[in-house]
């Protein structure tokens, strides 16, 4: 029972153009939702966040919205970088609880 | 500052063996996390330390599994006996608060991969 997806396991993107990361839930009462970067040996680190209060957030290349009605949120990457390449898990927590995370999707950025 | 650190960062042992994973938490952080990733599949919430107490420990999988935080710094994980089915990536975590927002946020040690033959 996987309350936080991620669908698409790879997506592979040219250098210079937009990435679209995608993750649906289906907990409605999710509150708070975090992307994760995670390279090669290395431990998640934060990328960015959204309150379910808000329908966008935007910080620099990175911009996540979130669609509460549809359970959807999305992290657009713009412009890709080959050093964007990695995996992004998407997490959601309902307040008190702790963060439930998807899969991951494998970014590749081509030059 | 030093981030989460994590020991050992392979671990390799046959079924029936115990091993013990230790975490240290970015200092001045109350709350200590455990998660798990098996098989490239979502990262798992295992359990949840504040200081020295367990908060949440909904994601333990079994008995075999035994967390310890002793005075609120470091933390341990004991898989006693392993079974094969334990094979993954395990996280600690540690943040300074619990709320949603920045100090709420999670920093990752990067991981123990233990393999169970």
């Known amino acids: 029972d996987q309350q936080v997806k991620q669908n698409s396991p790879s997506l592979s993107v040219q250098e210079g153009r937009i990435s679209i990361l995608n993750c649906d839930y289906t907990?409605?009462?999710?509150?708070?939702f975090l992307w994760y970067k995670k390279y090669p040996a290395e431990g998640p680190t934060f990328l960015i966040s959204?309150?379910?209060?808000?329908d966008k957030n935007e910080d620099g290349r990175f911009t996540v919205f979130l669609n509460k009605s549809a359970k959807h949120l999305s992290l657009h990457i713009v412009p890709s970088q080959p050093g964007d390449s990695a995996v992004y898990f998407c997490?959601?927590?309902?307040?008190?609880?702790?963060?439930?995370f998807g899969p991951g999707t494998r970014l590749s950025v081509l030059p | 500052e030093a981030g989460v650190t994590q020991f050992p960062s392979h671990s390799v042992i046959e079924k029936g063996q115990t091993v013990t994973l230790r975490c240290d938490p970015i200092?001045?952080?109350?709350?200590l996390y455990w998660y798990r990733r098996v098989m490239g599949k979502e990262i798992k919430f295992l359990l949840h330390?504040?200081?020295?107490?367990?908060?949440?420990e909904s994601g333990m999988p079994n008995n075999r599994f035994l967390a310890e935080r002793t005075g609120g710094t470091y933390s341990t994980l004991k898989v006693q006996p392993a079974e094969l089915e334990d094979s993954g990536v395990y996280f600690c975590?540690?943040?300074?608060?619990?709320?949603?927002?920045?100090?709420?946020?999670?920093?990752f040690g990067p991981g123990t991969r233990l393999t169970v033959l």
């Open positions: 959204i309150s379910s209060i808000k």
């Open positions: 907990n409605s009462m999710f509150d708070y």
């Open positions: 975590a540690s943040s300074q608060g619990f709320t949603s927002g920045p100090s709420g946020e999670q920093f």
């Open positions: 330390f504040v200081k020295e107490s367990k908060q949440d």
């Open positions: 200092s001045g952080h109350d709350n």
């Open positions: 997490a959601a927590r309902n307040y008190g609880q702790n963060f439930v």
